[in-house]
């Protein structure tokens, strides 16, 4: 099994920052991409960012760019999202989503994906 636990949403006011932190753990052999999502209430689930299994090949939706900024500590199997110049439309829940293979048997990353975290940001 393989549990990710998320941590660091709250509620801020417009302008603000706010870091989030995703720390897989369990039957971990080797960890592929990780990535944050979001969704807010009555839309679909989208891509926030993305970081390659060695941090160096990194993309973002177009309205995070400029403003937040993904990272990852593989000692720690952590994904860090620091979000800087939050605004009202990024309020949703966000989910880290991380590709795991869980032995050396598996030929392929699997993805798993943490429980969720509110962000609220106020006008």
């Known amino acids: 099994q393989v549990q990710l636990v998320e941590s660091g949403g709250g509620t801020v006011q417009a302008g603000g920052s706010l870091r989030l932190s995703c720390v897989a753990s369990g039957s971990i052999f080797n960890i592929g991409a990780m990535a944050w999502y979001r969704q807010a209430p009555g839309n679909q689930r989208e891509l926030v960012a993305i970081?390659?299994?060695?941090?160096?090949?990194?993309n973002y939706a177009d309205s995070v760019k400029g403003r937040f900024t993904i990272s990852r500590d593989n000692a720690n199997n952590t994904v860090y999202l620091q979000m800087n110049g939050l605004k009202p439309e990024d309020t949703a829940v966000y989910y880290c989503?991380?590709?795991?293979?869980?032995?050396?048997?598996?030929?392929?990353?699997?993805?798993?994906w943490g429980q969720g975290t509110q962000v609220t940001v106020s006008p």
């Open positions: 970081i390659g299994k060695r941090g160096s090949s990194i």
């Open positions: 989503n991380v590709d795991v293979r869980r032995s050396s048997s598996d030929s392929f990353y699997y993805p798993h």
